[in-house]
């Protein structure tokens, strides 16, 4: 408002003048506060007094869809696609967890780092519209269906029980493995790949939280003073985690043209991998789960910093 006035006052003091009237062409003021005049007829000079850079390409994406022609069988074919990738994945680590090759902690949380990574991957594949984003919901929302059948006991499937659980009992399924699927399937529906926070909240979640266990059970005999089951490094490692990988994403999807890089997003996700790791680290996160803890963290602190 000032900035206007201001130039408003000045554009009348050049009309006042005789021999300059004649060479004012245009004067015009528009936001986010640039001006812009001209002083001839094919002249015009502009201002820039403060702009904000968009968090979203303002281009339209570049959608790698399989048949741009027909997107609603692309969107199927992509469901199918993205769904058998994600499956593949979870019975690699099902397989290995049978043979015993790793252990069943470590095995777990392999399974919790990449499966959400891996379908985030896949979300190109699908159109621009909102059917894209409901399409990719399925796949995870199947798997809440499959976490809600199998942690009440109405399903028998051991493999995924020894992979996703941490002592091997069904109804684990029904607290940390279900929120896991949640939180992927919200952030398809109602955030999407143009958001910051749909990346921020699948980022902390899979890689934060996932490496923060690995590097805590190796490196955490330093313990916080506030709560002696968190380590030190484990919450060092998923700050670091969750960081890097949302970056990592938001390239990624900028590649697209889904989301447009800047230093503000960067910082912005350095905000919400910290608040994660502060609340991952809390007593609450292991009474309530962890998994449902930084999901929460995420999708509140990224509303207020994107």
């Known amino acids: 408002m000032a900035a206007a006035a201001v130039s408003l006052f000045s554009a009348k003091s050049i009309t006042a003048i005789p021999k300059l009237k004649p060479f004012l062409f245009d004067f015009h003021v528009s936001p986010p506060f640039s001006l812009s005049f001209a002083v001839a007829a094919n002249t015009t000079t502009n201002f820039t007094l403060w702009s904000r850079k968009p968090r979203r390409n303002p281009t339209a994406p570049a959608a790698a869809m399989l048949f741009p022609q027909n997107p609603v069988f692309s969107d199927t074919c992509a469901a199918i696609i993205s769904g058998s990738i994600a499956l593949s994945v979870l019975r690699l680590w099902q397989e290995t967890a049978k043979r015993g090759l ?3 902690k470590l095995n ?29 919901a399925i796949t ?3 798997n809440i269906m499959r976490m809600i059948l199998i942690g009440s006991g109405l399903w028998k499937d051991e493999a995924t029980v020894k992979s996703m659980s941490r002592y091997g009992d069904y109804r684990e399924l029904l607290k940390g493995p279900l929120y ?7 952030a398809c529906a109602f955030y999407w ?17 996932g490496f923060a266990d690995i590097v805590g059970r190796q490196f955490g ?20 985690a969750g960081f890097f990988t949302s970056v ?17 997003i960067v910082f912005g996700f350095l905000i919400v991998s910290l608040a994660s790791a502060l609340v991952e680290s809390l007593p609450v996160s292991t009474e309530l789960d962890d998994n449902l803890t930084v999901t929460l963290t995420s999708i509140l602190v990224g509303s207020l910093v994107f």
């Open 180 to 186: 896991y699927a949640t939180t992927i399937t919200l």
């Open 140 to 142: 995870p929302g199947v």
């Open 248 to 264: 990592g994403y938001m390239y990624y999807f900028s590649y697209f043209g889904y989301i447009k890089e800047s230093t503000e």
């Open 102 to 104: 790793f252990d069943q």
């Open 193 to 209: 790949r143009t958001s910051p926070i749909a990346i921020a909240a699948i980022c902390n979640l899979c890689a934060g939280d």
């Open 108 to 136: 777990r949380k392999l399974v919790h780092i990449s499966i959400g990574l891996v379908f985030m991957l896949c979300w190109p594949l699908y159109s621009s519209g909102y059917r894209g984003a409901i399409l990719a």
């Open 221 to 240: 005999g330093q313990k916080l003073p506030y709560n002696k089951n968190k380590s030190i490094a484990g919450s060092v490692a998923m700050a670091i």
